[in-house]
């Protein structure tokens, strides 16, 4: 305790002696050169008729935007940070901190970013963004500034934006959804000198993974930013000894694809709808290695891995209801699908048991071996539990049905509450996949 008096009470006497010198070595008090400076930003952010746009690495994640500043204290922003995210105003001021301070005093797009429990898989830590910045100057047109998080300190430019970008902003999500959704449809192509190597992707919060088929050790990693023209990457991607800056989009290319050469090597982002496999990853196998999937309502129906018609039919039951937890087991050669509900204060299983296979790189589950069972089968088939029941056994059987011909797997490598990792699972006939956090055995 003594430590900690001493300290504060030299931290007061340095502040008390720093505010007594009424002038410094400069000849302007600390108050007179804030002022000027406050001055300074003020009229260039209020300057650029379409105002400025930006792009922010948070950390290896990347988001873009817009804003127009005025002069009352107000700020315009749209952004790529989600889908059809609408313009927003919120309030800026020019703060004395560290320096002069851009802050964002309230809600915007920025506090999003600054959000330590959202996404639901990134609880406690969320994109680590910040919404102050110390203003650093203008450099040409730019206007350059810092974040203060030590892990993830960084200079951002503002730079002058155009009529046209505004209205292409939300375009840029499609690229990133597509990505970001489609794992398994989309893959990394690489040919040097006429030697083809594929690699699967991962894309989650703006950060691509690529993990090569053949040699699973020898994985790419980036952020990656949407542009007008395609994707840009921070830090940039080194292939076989290239540098690639950037993916461009080849709308001409059949496929079209996002596709650039350097030198003797070109790299490729291309989409397939029945990938075949030699685009598809081994993760299948590690179904081996796993316990259980379980299926959480929240994270399911959140994810953008989960179509809306599987959420609709496995989870939902009714406007106001929805089953709680949907889990497939796996033990001695035997796959059971749990569905959970709560009657009340009494929760109940309704599930399935069949036998599963690995093959042509995909998940199979068979028809049950016998009628669907049941830790408490008198509650299910009350007659006031008739719809309830009914629904129960539609999800378990349309779950069976997307196996008939096969799941693709691949893991998200994404960990859920920080232990459990996430797996995708996709049809592989129809347009429909849904997400599962992984238990070990």
């Known amino acids: 305790m003594k430590k900690i008096i001493t300290v504060s009470l030299i931290i007061l006497t340095v502040f008390s002696c720093q505010k007594n010198e009424p002038e410094d070595l400069f000849g302007k008090s600390a108050s007179e050169r804030f002022e000027e400076k406050q001055n300074e930003l003020r009229a260039a952010l209020t300057a650029p008729e379409q105002g400025w ?131 398994i449809r989309h893959y990394f192509k690489v040919t040097n000198n006429g030697t083809v190597e594929n690699y699967s992707i991962s894309f989650q919060h703006r950060y691509l993974t690529l993990r090569s088929i053949s040699t699973p050790n020898k994985v790419l990693k980036t952020g990656v930013l949407p542009t007008a023209t395609g994707l840009k990457f921070n830090p940039p991607l080194v292939i076989e000894g290239k540098t690639f800056n950037e993916l461009p989009w080849d709308n001409n290319a059949s496929p079209a694809r996002y596709i650039a050469t350097v030198e003797n090597v070109t790299a490729e982002i291309r989409f397939a709808r029945t990938p075949n496999e030699e685009q598809l990853s081994n993760d299948y196998l590690d179904i081996n290695n796993i316990s259980r999937l379980v299926m959480v309502n929240s994270l399911v129906k959140n994810s953008p891995h989960t179509s809306d018609l599987f959420y609709n039919t496995v989870f939902k039951i009714d406007d106001t209801k929805s089953f709680s937890r949907v889990v497939i087991i796996f033990e001695r050669g035997i796959c059971g699908i749990f569905v959970e509900y709560y009657f009340g204060n009494t929760r109940a299983s309704l599930y399935s048991a069949s036998t599963f296979s690995l093959r042509n790189k995909r998940l199979f589950i068979d028809t049950p071996l016998r009628d669907l069972s049941s830790n408490n089968m008198a509650i299910w088939e009350a007659a006031e539990n008739r719809a309830v029941y009914e629904k129960a056994k539609q999800s378990i059987y349309a779950i069976l049905a997307l196996s008939r011909n096969g799941l693709y797997v691949k893991n998200l490598h994404s960990k859920y509450g920080g232990v459990y990792d996430t797996y995708l699972f996709q049809s592989n006939d129809l347009p429909i996949k849904f997400s599962a956090i992984a238990v070990p055995n």
């Open 53 to 183: 746009k930006f792009t922010y690495f948070t950390n290896e994640n990347s988001f873009g935007g817009f804003m127009k500043f005025n002069a009352n204290g107000q700020v315009e922003m749209v952004s790529d940070v989600e889908n059809t995210a609408p313009s927003v105003t919120s309030k800026y001021e020019i703060q004395e901190g560290q320096g002069t301070m851009l802050t964002f005093t309230t809600k915007n797009y920025l506090h999003h970013l600054a959000d330590a429990y959202s996404p639901e898989d990134l609880q406690g830590k969320g994109y680590q963004g910040e919404f102050e910045f110390i203003y650093y100057g203008k450099e040409g047109n730019k206007l350059k500034f810092r974040t203060q998080r030590r892990d993830t300190e960084q200079f951002v430019y503002f730079e002058p934006a155009t009529a046209q970008e505004w209205s292409v902003m939300q375009n840029l999500w499609g690229s990133i959804e597509a990505l970001e959704s489609e794992p």
